[in-house]
C-alpha cells in the first residue's frame, strides 16, 4: 500500500499515520515528563562543586592578598591590583569559555574551566 506526502494512503482518505500536535509546554511540566534521575542528581553535585570551588577561591584570595602584602612589601594599590587580576581574569574568561562552548559543546569547557 503506497502512501502520499500527506499522509493518507491509496485506499483511504485516513490519514496513514497519527499527526502529531506541538503544545506549549510549561518547564514544570517538561520536568515532570522527563523525571529527574541519576544523571541529573550527579550534574547538580558536579556544578555544585566547581561553584564552591569558585567561591573558596575568592575566600582564598582575600587571605593570601593579606599574606603577600606583609611577605612582599606591598602597597595597598599593588594588593588592588594582584586582587583585580583576577577578577579581570574572570571577566574576560567567561565570555572566552562562553563563545568556545557555543562552538565546540558544553563538555569540554566544562571540565577545562575547572584546570
Not at 594582584?82 to 565546540?104: E, K, M, N, R
Request: glycine content about 8%; proline content about 3%.
Amino acid at each position: 500500500m503506497a502512501s502520499f506526502p500527506d499522509g493518507t494512503n491509496e485506499d483511504s482518505d485516513e490519514p496513514a499515520y497519527e499527526t502529531i500536535v506541538k503544545k506549549d509546554v510549561t518547564v514544570d511540566e517538561a520536568i515532570n515528563d522527563v523525571g529527574i534521575g541519576r544523571a541529573q542528581y550527579c550534574m547538580l553535585v558536579i556544578c555544585g562543586l566547581s561553584f564552591c570551588a569558585d567561591a573558596a577561591e575568592v575566600t582564598f584570595l582575600s587571605f593570601v592578598t593579606e599574606v603577600l602584602k606583609c611577605e612582599w612589601s606591598l602597597t595597598e594599590l599593588q594588593e588592588t591590583y594582584i586582587t583585580s587580576a583576577v577578577f579581570a581574569g574572570q571577566v574576560f574568561g567567561a565570555p572566552s569559555w562562553g563563545f568556545f562552548a557555543d562552538h565546540a559543546g558544553l563538555g569540554q569547557p566544562f571540565w577545562g574551566h575547572l584546570d
